[in-house]
């Protein structure tokens, strides 16, 4: 659960592969739904090697998108649930 947009460094992982993710900005909508924008980073290298952005609302994700290097990958809940997510290769 993502209690506000104020979290700053937080970490993804995609097919086994795990991310730093840095907030960049945020836009609030209404008192509880807001996007995070943020940069992805290699964990071992500290590079930047791509963007993520979330869309949350009432304290849960309800879709994201993650474009790492050439890659883009779509975010999205899992029915009934906060704690898990499909995540699409598009």
Known sequence: M???ANFELGYIEIF????KVIKT???TYFSKNFVRYGDIYDIST?????TI???VSNRAVLEGTARIN???YT???VANTTAYYHIKKN
């Open 2 to 4: 993502i209690q506000n």
């Open 16 to 19: 086994s592969t795990k991310y």
């Open 25 to 27: 900005s945020t836009e």
């Open 46 to 50: 500290d590079k930047k090697i791509g």
């Open 53 to 55: 952005n979330f869309i």
């Open 70 to 72: 050439t890659n883009t």
């Open 75 to 77: 975010i999205s809940q």
